[in-house]
Every structure is written in structure tokens, then in C-alpha cells.
């Protein structure tokens, strides 16, 4: 097995092997062969201040896609200048999560992303994994979700792209409040 290495990986964590673990894990639990097709990788910043100088150091290693809020905080996407790479697998994004107000996070690589062509057909497929289904019927980007012991995999329907282009495209990102770091 070659895992290759990156240059964010001193600074977000060794990013490779972590999905070589998660997809190791997925596949023990559900059996699955083959090389899905991972979309991004999420990094969650502990602080307000970690995040913003993740995103400055993120910046020189990607291009923007979109920052928004998302469930109440701010999440910066970056198509990565080199993806991610492992075996046959290939991440081009990331996301940057910042820290939701009043709770208390770890610093770290958290979750990946995996396209798959049907959300109730993996379900059914798989009925003894203990998926969370409770975004599966959401209008704009159905997921459904798989924690494993070194974290999480999501499951949508379409890229991370194209689900940025669309919301570009009609207005949907919520814009970070202008005084959103102020007293930092």
C-alpha cells in the first residue's frame, strides 16, 4: 500500500492515511471493494483564530471555492493545488469548519465525503450498518452518515462542485457576517 505524502500534512495532520483508515474501516463494516469516489475531506478548526490562519495557509495551497455559513459557523472549501492522494483514490477539496459557537471542538481531520449514485440503495443494501439517516430526504443535499472508530464518512448524491456552483448560482450561501471575527 503507498500513501503519498502532502504538503498540508504537517500542519492539518498526516490527511492520506486518514482516509486510508476511514475507507479500511467503511470497508470492514460494509464489505465494500473498489475505489469509491471520495470528494473532500473535512479539517475542524478548535478556535476562531485556528481557523482564520488555516485559511490564510490554506489559501496558498488551494483556490477558494465558497465560504458560508453552514449550521451557524463558517465553512471555507478549497480545491487543493495537489489533491490527496492514496492508492486509486484522489480528494481534491477540503473543507475548513470553524468552531460552532458555545461548544467545544478538537482540532483536527474529522470526516471524508464519498459520492454514491443512491442513498436508499445504500441503505438497503447495507440494513445491518448503523447509518444516520436524519438528512436523507434534505431538498438540496441529501446525506447520510457512518461513524467509525477514526471518524466519519458522509455519503451525497453529487460532488461538493457541483453542489457550490448550484448554491453560487441561485444565491444560496449565507455570507459570513461582516463583524463575524470582530473582538478576536
Not at 26 to 32: I, N, S
Not at 46 to 61: C, D, G, M, Q, S
Not at 137 to 163: T, W
Request: proline fraction near 9%.
Amino acid at each position: 500500500m503507498v500513501i503519498m505524502s502532502h504538503p498540508l500534512d504537517s500542519t492539518l495532520g498526516p490527511m492520506a492515511p486518514f482516509v486510508c483508515q476511514l475507507l479500511t474501516e467503511m470497508r470492514a463494516v460494509m464489505g465494500v471493494n473498489g475505489s469509491p469516489v471520495v470528494d473532500h475531506l473535512c479539517y475542524r478548526a478548535a478556535t476562531l483564530p485556528e481557523y482564520l490562519e488555516l485559511k490564510a495557509v490554506l489559501a496558498a495551497h488551494g483556490v477558494l471555492l465558497v465560504e458560508g455559513m453552514i449550521g451557524g459557523r463558517p465553512i471555507a472549501t478549497y480545491r487543493l493545488h495537489q489533491p490527496v492522494c492514496w492508492e486509486q483514490v484522489t480528494v481534491p477539496c477540503i473543507e475548513l469548519a470553524a468552531p460552532k459557537a458555545g461548544r467545544s471542538h478538537q482540532a483536527g481531520l474529522e470526516h471524508i465525503e464519498l459520492v454514491v449514485p443512491s442513498l436508499t440503495a445504500l441503505v438497503a443494501t447495507h440494513p445491518d450498518v448503523p447509518f444516520k439517516t436524519g438528512n436523507i430526504d434534505d431538498g438540496r443535499n441529501p446525506d447520510i452518515g457512518l461513524m467509525l472508530p477514526s471518524g466519519q464518512i458522509k455519503f451525497h448524491l453529487r460532488s461538493l462542485d457541483e453542489v457550490i456552483d448550484e448554491e453560487l448560482c441561485t444565491g444560496a450561501v449565507v455570507p459570513v457576517p461582516a463583524d463575524y471575527y470582530d473582538g478576536l
